[in-house]
């Protein structure tokens, strides 16, 4: 079994910046890749970015693309999300969530994860 917990959200302001936590622990967790998605009101969960673990290749949804940084820590097991020049649309519910075995799903697709984090809110006023 495998938990994550994220922590860092908050109510921030448009042009903010923001930076996002996601611990992982477990006996089994040996993650191929960690993403973070997010679920805004009324609207299906998104792919914002994901790493593959040991390679730290990245990869980022066209929407946060040069504003937000996803790395890891691969010692201390905790996946990060530097969210910077935020914007109101970037309210939402964050989610990090790790897949732990092969799979031919895009790391893009919410079914292309194994485990997923409790969430954490995430307010861009204007």
């Known amino acids: 079994q495998v938990q994550l917990v994220e922590s860092g959200g908050g109510l921030v302001q448009a042009g903010d910046s923001l930076s996002l936590s996601c611990a992982a622990s477990?006996?089994?967790?040996?993650?191929?890749?960690m993403g973070w998605f997010r679920q805004a009101p009324g609207k299906e969960r998104e792919f914002v970015a994901a790493?593959?673990?040991?390679?730290?290749?990245?990869y980022y949804a066209d929407s946060v693309k040069g504003r937000f940084t996803i790395y890891r820590d691969i010692i201390k097991n905790i996946l990060y999300l530097q969210m910077n020049s935020l914007k109101p649309e970037d309210t939402a519910v964050y989610y990090c969530?790790?897949?732990?075995?092969?799979?031919?799903?895009?790391?893009?697709?919410?079914?292309?994860?194994?485990?997923w984090g409790q969430g954490t809110q995430v307010s861009v006023s204007s």
């Open positions: 969530a790790v897949r732990t075995k092969p799979s031919a799903t895009s790391l893009t697709r919410a079914g292309g994860y194994d485990y």
């Open positions: 790493i593959s673990w040991s390679g730290g290749i990245t």
């Open positions: 477990g006996r089994t967790f040996r993650p191929y890749a």
